[in-house]
């Protein structure tokens, strides 16, 4: 796309025809003309060189050229164009590299109706016509101004300069004068120094000079200084070579002979003298009748003054984009003179105007998320200027990025939602540069959502498992209530009534499989209870507590598979206490460590406080020490009754126990 778009630059060539298409030089895709056999063509060296010679003999530079025009012009500073000068022809001047410009620039970043100049009685107006570069006044941008002598004004690569003449030759006088001035003052300065000088020496000679005498200035000699030839003939008639510092005096000529004579040739003079007087006299009228400003405009059509104000409002409204407004005002322009847009200003602003419209759609299309839309939208928008490429990039950028910002922020939205499904589709969408983000963010989710799915089958299962024990608990409650006759009955010793309130509770409940199952179980319970506890009393009647420990502790069994509560399985507790003391004390007696150690610790157990059974407890501990040391002591002689005594002492001390522990490690070693 080219530099130099202007959508007021007029058609030049051919390119200007009403019924041609739109200037391609607005959006910078002008080409060089082609012949009918696809080959650019060349002009000729004649040509080249006549155009140029034409293009200067318009300007200023050569001696020959006609100066009508106001007292200024335009020099071009840097550029192609650098050394070149243009003088104003009228009171307008169109600066461009169009051929039909007044001054015609070859730097093709210039539109080619790039500015204009125009003089008034307020001086030199400069009126920038619509380029897309623009116009700038020592180096400020500017659309319109007055300029000023020596302003300089760069359009393009080109730096141009304003003279104006007259106001060239008032700096240039004062530059003399200025200058007469200095050499007047250093030669006063000089002349002071050297009658100073002069003063000085004779003062030092002591004479009677008097160095204010006019004929020792050196100024006043070389005024009344002699020729040589003189010098020469006053040497010569006075025969005495004059001194230095005497004065020369000139002697006075004489008149001319017809100053003498009095002939014709005094009165041919005085005529002379007179017609050159009237002449001048006349010219100094002529001059004080001449006006002193520029001839007036001839009048002009102000439709033709309106259509080309329209046409200017127009180039402003498209250089601020306002390309509708542009379009309106060349159609009003138009009509006040057909022919008014001769430069397709128009037809471009119009194409420039679809292309606006399009990239609207284009936004709104964005703003909907219509990310595709808008691409195939911006496919298919014209081209248009350099100005509307660089739009249309930023929408492509835009387009782009806002997409991957939608596309993000879909992710995130099935992420947060924990929808896996969705944010497995979308992970090809997301930008590469963030997928391996994004994707461990998914692995994180299914991880987490894999672990909630086993934190609630657990769950779940406890709850079944808390459900199922609600619902034991209540079903061991129902039964328990089902035959809470049988066990007032077995509590009060009246076993055979309580077998017989069984068969009462199966009648009552027929159905209930549970029910017959418990009935069953404490018909067979009951009666083998009644035998044990029976058993265990008699012996303990007869004082043998030693015998009683058996059938007690049967009878502590059966009453807790019985499961009923009350106070006499508190009661064989005691009972089971004092004959496995009494028991175990028999067995510590009789040596039998090992019965005598399970006895005293169900003693314990049934009857924490009980001392007797900890003192029986203190003494097996004893015991088993010295079995122990035996057990030692004879492992090398014999094995066989060192590893039966180790064996009792494993199964006699207490658990965590020194004794325990060393005796395993010597059974351990001692067996293959």
């Avoid at 300029?147 to 080109?158: M, P, V």
């Avoid at 033709?304 to 601020?320: D, I, Y």
Wanted: net charge negative.
């Amino acid at each position: 796309m080219s530099s130099d778009e202007d959508f007021a630059a007029p058609p030049s060539g051919d390119e200007g025809q009403p019924d041609g298409p739109a200037n391609p030089e607005l959006y910078g895709d002008a080409e060089p003309p082609r012949s009918r056999t696809d080959e650019t063509r060349v002009a000729s060296v004649s040509d080249v060189r006549e155009e140029s010679r034409r293009r200067h003999e318009e300007e200023d530079d050569n001696a020959d050229a006609t100066r009508a025009g106001p007292p200024v012009q335009m020099l071009v500073l840097a550029g192609p164009d650098r050394g070149r000068k243009k003088r104003f022809q009228g009171v307008r001047m169109v600066v461009g590299r169009g051929k039909d410009c007044d001054f015609v620039l070859d730097d093709q970043s210039v539109s080619r109706r790039h500015l204009e100049l125009i003089y008034g009685q307020g001086g030199v107006a400069m009126r920038d016509l619509g380029s897309i570069s623009g116009t700038q006044v020592n180096d400020q941008r500017v659309d319109e101004c007055t300029l000023k002598h020596g302003d300089e004004i760069a359009i393009g690569k080109t730096r141009l300069r304003f003279v104006d003449e007259a106001e060239q030759i008032k700096e240039l006088r004062e530059q003399a004068e200025a200058r007469e001035a200095e050499e007047k003052r250093e030669r006063e300065e000089a002349a002071k120094d050297r009658d100073e000088a002069r003063k000085a020496a004779g003062a030092s000679r002591g004479t009677d000079v008097d160095p204010n005498d006019p004929r020792l200035n050196e100024a006043t000699n070389a005024n009344y200084r002699m020729p040589d030839e003189l010098k020469e003939k006053n040497r010569d008639a006075s025969g005495v070579k004059k001194g230095k510092g005497a004065i020369a005096i000139p002697r006075p000529r004489p008149p001319p002979r017809s100053a003498v004579t009095g002939g014709g040739g005094n009165s041919k003079a005085k005529l002379l003298i007179g017609v050159g007087g009237g002449v001048v006299v006349l010219l100094m009228l002529g001059l004080m009748l001449i006006p002193s400003g520029p001839p007036p405009p001839p009048p002009v059509d102000p439709n033709v003054e309106r259509s080309k104000l329209l046409m200017q409002k127009a180039r402003e409204a498209v250089r601020s984009d306002d390309f509708a407004g542009a379009v309106k005002l060349v159609e009003e322009a138009e009509k006040l003179r057909p022919g008014a847009d001769d430069e397709g200003l128009g037809k471009a602003a119009a194409k420039e105007l679809v292309v606006q419209q399009s990239f609207q759609a284009v936004r709104e299309l964005i703003d909907a998320n219509d990310f595709e839309g808008a691409r195939q939208k911006l496919s298919e928008t014209p081209q248009g200027t350099a100005k509307t490429d660089d739009v249309r990039r930023k929408l492509e950028q835009e387009v782009k990025t806002k997409d991957e910002l939608w596309r993000i922020q879909k992710m995130e939205e099935a992420l947060t939602a924990r929808d896996v499904a969705t944010a497995q589709s979308l992970l090809e969408q997301v930008p590469e540069l963030n997928r391996p983000a994004y994707s461990q963010k998914l692995q994180d989710l299914q991880a987490e959502l894999a672990k909630e799915a086993r934190d609630s089958a657990v769950r779940d299962r406890a709850s079944r498992e808390r459900n199922e024990e609600r619902a034991k608990e209540e079903r061991k409650r129902f039964i328990a209530e089902a035959f809470t006759d049988v066990e007032r009955r077995f509590n009060g010793g009246d076993y055979q009534r309580a077998v017989l309130e069984c068969d009462r509770v199966v009648e009552k409940y027929k159905a209930d499989k549970d029910v017959k199952d418990r009935s069953r179980q404490l018909k067979t319970l009951i009666p083998q209870f009644q035998r044990a506890l029976d058993d265990a009393q008699k012996k303990l009647a007869s004082n043998a507590l030693e015998s009683a420990s058996k059938p007690l502790r049967r009878a502590a069994e059966l009453y807790r598979q019985i499961g009923f509560d009350g106070s006499l399985g508190r009661t064989l507790d005691e009972q089971l206490a004092s004959a496995a003391l009494a028991a175990g004390q028999a067995a510590l007696k009789k040596g039998d460590l090992a019965a005598a150690g399970s006895n005293f610790r169900e003693a314990l157990r049934l009857n924490p406080g009980d001392r007797r059974a900890r003192d029986g407890l203190d003494d097996l501990s004893k015991k088993v020490e010295e079995l122990y040391m035996r057990a030692y002591i004879e492992r090398d002689r014999d094995p066989r009754s060192a590893a039966e005594k180790f064996k009792i002492v494993i199964e006699t001390a207490p658990e965590g126990s020194d004794t325990k522990r060393k005796a395993e490690m010597f059974l351990s070693e001692m067996q293959p």
